[in-house]
């Protein structure tokens, strides 16, 4: 049964930084493009950053510049650096394949206030 684990998200101030690590469990990721999402509170779920299986990197324009992806396949993690952190970051972020093909995790929320 594949899992993932998501954590790191913390509340934080303008201008702030988090990191957060996303764990898989029950299957092997690295051949796939992985992403991270976020759902603020009354807004669908959006993709904000995505990693290829090669490592090819790409962004959202809200969060270009700010966050940075990045995986480490032996310990089948995905990473979501997110600096420069404002109000509207605020979320519940999740991460996936870029199909959505995994069964959810629970989350971790991000709150950014002024």
């Known amino acids: 049964q594949v899992q993932l684990v998501e954590s790191g998200g913390g509340s934080v101030q303008t201008g702030g930084s988090l990191r957060l690590s996303c764990a898989a469990s029950?299957?092997?990721?690295?051949?796939?493009?992985m992403a991270w999402y976020r759902q603020a509170p009354g807004k669908q779920r959006e993709l904000v950053a995505f990693i290829t299986a090669g490592g090819t990197t790409t962004y959202v324009n809200s969060v270009k510049g700010r966050f940075a992806i990045a995986r480490d396949n032996p310990v089948n993690t995905v990473y979501l650096q997110m600096n420069s952190l404002k109000p509207e970051d605020t979320a519940v972020y999740y991460c996936n394949t870029v199909f959505r093909s995994l069964p959810w995790g629970q989350g971790t929320q991000v709150t950014v206030s002024p």
């Open positions: 029950g299957r092997d990721i690295s051949g796939n493009p």
